[in-house]
């Protein structure tokens, strides 16, 4: 079993919809949980950035962390053509020392949000 | 505000060749990284550094060198080149290595080895 899986879609939605993006995983120890968006042909950027359980939310955007189920979600309102992207999870542990180093990504999920 | 920028943005090979992906950052960041990305496989780190003058393993080193040059620039090196390492390579980098701190990527090299 992968550490993170991320179903890779690709998710297609109208214009305005609500979008549900979310990543499991196995390792209890993590306790940093990020959202990357990427643009065809582009590096990824950092979207959202929770620590440990939770809601945050940033405009548009709400990620949630349910850490008793191991799952993490990032929700898009009113969603925008300029949302498609590929989505991509991240997390960390906790411990300092090397932790960026030992950053794992989920594989993305591709969105489209047709006009 | 250029970031993290990468050369060559793109490059065929043929195997056995080899070649140095260059990456330099302006934001003064302490850790410098190699991802590759491949479909159905995500981003896979290849190797990092955690502050100037050192250099770690990450998931996939196997054909891979690094040079940390200095704070800003970090080299990734295939020495023989192989069918497998055909991939997208993004350099990447950090303040720190706390979980905390933003990583921030390059537009990406887009690697052909035939």
């Known amino acids: ?115 | 505000n250029a970031g993290v920028t990468q050369t060559p943005k793109f490059q065929v090979l043929k195997t056995g060749q080899s070649m140095t992906l260059q990456c330099a950052q302006d934001m003064n960041h302490n850790s410098m990284y190699w991802y590759r990305q491949d479909p159905g496989m995500g981003l896979r780190l290849i190797y990092y550094s955690a502050s100037e003058g050192t250099t770690d393993k990450g998931e996939v080193p196997n054909g891979y060198n690094v040079s940390r040059l200095n704070k800003r620039e970090f080299s990734l090196r295939l020495e023989s080149a192989a069918p497998s390492q055909t991939s997208v390579y993004f350099c990447a980098s950090s303040r720190g290595l706390s979980s905390g701190n933003t990583i921030y990527f390059g537009e990406g090299s887009w690697l052909t080895v035939v």
């Open chain 1, 1 to 115: 079993q992968k550490e993170v899986e991320q179903d890779p879609g690709p998710l297609s939605v109208p214009e305005g919809a609500i979008v549900s993006l979310n990543c499991t995983y196995s390792n209890s120890a993590f306790q940093y949980f990020m959202w990357y968006r990427q643009y065809s042909r582009k590096g990824p950027e950092l979207l959202m950035y929770t620590y440990s359980s939770g809601n945050k939310e940033d405009g548009r955007f709400t990620a949630q962390v349910d850490k008793s189920s191991k799952y993490i979600s990032l929700f898009i309102r009113d969603s925008q053509p300029s949302d498609s992207a590929t989505y991509l999870c991240a997390m960390s542990e906790s411990n300092y020392g090397g932790s960026q180093g030992n950053l794992i990504f989920g594989k993305g999920t591709k969105l489209s949000v047709k006009p």
